[in-house]
């Protein structure tokens, strides 16, 4: 019989078998609807075939592959943080590693299957067992993909299982028997003893090491098979780290937005802290620098060549058909990195400068910039001769320059208000950070597969097929996310235990008082 | 064993497209509607175009323009970046250098032709279909073996598929001279676009033996090969206009 405290069976175990509320039916609901629509135009592509896409020649890769990239980089969230986060030892880590190992599994299932729908042949996927070729990077990928799959199943079960144990032995009274059998098994005669949690701690240690290259290997494998080819905008060495970093960068993201909507859900705000949003926040500013300069880096050397096939992938993404994807995405980047730096350095108060701080500054600063867009975009869209002013070089860098400028005074004037909500703050950036990561994978595969060497250029517009079934892998996502944790407690319960006993020791420890400032001579001497 | 090699001469082509039509009748590539044509969903194995293939600022505005014609099968290059990423092994280069692709083995990844930098790869969007009386009229031939098939038999939704040389055709030639008890000679097998071309544009035969005409015409000053600095090292030789 493993005893826990009351409070942790109160806020942790009792949700799972509250009787499920209105919210979450009705949330459920219409994500298995979404899910089965694109289930349905699924089983409509294979049996008619892939031409119910937009693709042709030369577009051959599309939505599916952005997908597929971007949902494989937000499974680095999880393992990959937690793994870090336990081999160096950071104590905060402990409320939100389950969270991000759930994370982790789900996205990989959702990423993976990506590569299946886009297969032409999938009746043929055994092949790549009976055939596979191991100089395919493909071939790499999955083993890779396979490997991390497994791996990151097994680093979600092993921490779970003292908890299944806990949950067996203190089920409520009214809970059904399917739960209590479920929980048994799951506990696979976990009694808690010494020999138990020594192999256990064995185990996941191991684990957590062994989960650290091969996340490393999957993305840099991804970003390979583009960068294997001899593609304008792919044949590039940078791409390995590129797209490891972004991978991180984006499951910060997504760990940052699925831990504020359990810890609001489930009311876990005494457990999942602003130590945690602090610490995570830290390597999410760090994340957003590297990528900023890796982004750099590639294109620099692109711009900077000025080679035949290469230098029209960049023209097109600073100025051509994906000039709005392109500087949309950085302008989600440089607004999130603004939201998480900026603000919590400024001084409480502001008294010569309130007014900036003021909602009329910020309302102010909003219309014009809006007027300085829609005045940008109407002098694009339209021939109207009066429009025709701002199609001179001077005036729209003008317009443009000051449009961002007021764009800055919109995110200074709210910056008292994201200081003083900084779990808001932080989901706002993180939510800016998974757009943008996701037009990134846009913005690396599809300026490319339109604008190859011999081939006459192309546009892609993505078929109802393709935005449904994306859609539809999201909601599968969510769903499966929401699932789980009505299955399993959102916190690793004995992970929390453990830490405050550590907490607790910790405390014990006489740190010695610091020293008055004394006269001394250099080295300490009198 | 033979080399295969193709020369076409860009002076002498008229681009008549005879070759890709030839192309068509000769492979059973389908033939689909404008509106999925103007989804990049046609499949020539033999495609004339343009080069540059985009318009650019030297090329000039019609009248004044300075454009070329350009005739273009699959390079069946030496070092094909298509068979190296291959996952399973479905197209391959053979001892004769003819870059195959198994239809009974593709499992649709489609990184081949991403993979290929000349666009010679096409993918099978849909099932092929023919208006009749055109599918009264497809060539009957298969290249069949164990878990092989390719050549110009009708392949199945979800594929890719690419010129071959017309490998039927060489491997009927073989049974050909087999049956009448002689050797084989390379001059024996010809693709049906060099067969067919009307300008004599285009030469065929076997690189490996220095006295064939392909040989010696890749010797000459005017020979260049497709995105020569690759290091793909096509087979399908030109030779430069003018």
Known sequence: MLQIDREYKEKLIDPLFAPLDRGFKLSAAVLLAIVLWGAFLYIRQVVVGLGVTGMGRPVYWSMYIVNFIFFIGISHAGTLISAILRVTGAEWRRPITRVAEAITVFALIVGSMQILIDMGRIDRLPFTVIFGRLQSPIMWDIISVTLYLLGSVTYLFLPLMPDMAIIRDNLPEDAPKWRQIFYTILSLGWRGTKRQWLRLEKAIAFMAVFIIPVAVSVHSIISWILASTLQPGWHSTIFGPYFVIGAIFSGIGALFIAMTAIRKVLGLEKYITHRQYRNLGLLFIAMNAIWFYFTFAENLGLATGQQTYEMPILAIKLWGEFAPSFWLMVACMAVAFYILVVPPMLPKKVENAAFVFSPRFVTGSAVAASFFILLLVSSQLSDDPILGFVDNAIVSTILWSVLILNVFFILLGLSQWFKSHPVTATVIASVLVVIGMWLERWNIIIPTVTHPMLVPYATYTPSLTEISISVASLAGFLLMFMIFFKLFPAIAIWELAEGKVIEEAQNQVVIPEPQPNEKRRRWGFR | ?242
Not at chain 2, 20 to 45: H, K, M, Y
Not at chain 2, 201 to 226: C, H, I, W, Y
Request: include cysteine; charge should be negative; charged fraction near 25%.
């Open chain 2, 1 to 242: 064993m033979a080399k295969w090699s193709m020369v076409i001469d860009l002076d002498k082509c008229v681009a008549c497209q005879g070759c890709s039509i030839a192309c068509r009748f000769e492979n059973n590539t389908p033939v689909v509607a404008p509106d999925q044509a103007n989804l990049g969903r046609a499949i020539r194995w033999n495609d004339v175009f343009p080069l540059p293939v985009n318009p650019t600022e030297e090329t000039g505005e019609y009248p004044d323009v300075k454009s070329q014609y350009m005739t273009r099968p699959c390079m069946h290059c030496e070092n094909p970046p298509c068979i190296k990423v291959c996952p399973v092994g479905a197209t391959i280069i053979n001892e004769e250098g003819i870059v195959e692709q198994n239809y009974a083995r593709c499992i649709g990844c489609r990184f081949c032709t991403v993979g290929c930098p000349y666009g010679v790869r096409y993918f099978n969007w849909y099932k092929p279909s023919w208006e009749p009386p055109l599918d009264q009229h497809l060539t009957p031939d298969r290249v069949e073996g164990k878990g092989v098939l390719e050549g110009p038999v009708v392949r199945p939704a979800g594929v890719v598929e690419k010129c071959t040389y017309c490998i039927h055709r060489l491997k009927k030639a073989r049974a050909q001279a087999e049956a009448e008890a002689r050797e084989f000679r390379a001059d024996d097998y010809v693709p049906a676009c060099v067969q067919t071309c009307t300008g004599k544009a285009r030469f065929f035969g076997d690189l490996d033996d220095p006295e064939s005409t392909v040989s010696q015409l890749a010797k000459n000053s005017r020979s260049f090969r497709l995105l020569e600095d690759e290091g793909t090292h096509p087979k399908t030789i030109y030779l430069r206009e003018g």
